[in-house]
């Protein structure tokens, strides 16, 4: 039983309390159940947008997604994102966008 809880209940609760938000201002990452953690990246401060797909993603049509910036902490991994080559497309289309002066002139806090 603890088995199962370790290896199988704790990554559905993990992955069914995770939420990762891009707005037009800023990217928001979110989990927990009873201790939560929360990391906030205004979008003119990320610094690259890069994907990294294993053999089994591929199978699963997934990936991971990493969001980078240049702090201290530096990336965030979204794990197990549906056509995670896609996404990666949208996300650094919509920053260089950002980039050529689409942005409101604020840093998204």
């Given at each position: 039983v ?10 559905f ?13 800023r990217?928001?990452?979110r989990?927990?159940v009873?201790?939560?953690e929360?990391?906030t ?9 890069d994907?990294?797909?294993g053999?089994?993603?591929r ?8 969001v ?7 990336r965030?991994?979204?794990?197990d ?16 966008e ?12």
């Amino acid at each position: 039983v603890v088995v199962v809880l370790w290896f199988v209940v704790r990554p559905f609760l993990r992955w069914l309390t995770t939420t990762y938000t891009f707005t037009d201002r800023r990217f928001i990452a979110r989990s927990g159940v009873v201790a939560k953690e929360g990391r906030t990246i205004p979008l003119n401060r990320i610094s690259g947008v890069d994907f990294d797909i294993g053999v089994l993603d591929r199978l699963l049509g997934c990936g991971t997604l990493v969001v980078s910036d240049a702090s201290v902490e530096g990336r965030v991994e979204l794990h197990d994102v549906p056509r995670v080559e896609r996404v990666q497309l949208m996300v650094a289309q919509e920053l260089h966008e950002l980039g050529e002066g689409r942005s409101r002139g604020d840093d998204g806090a």
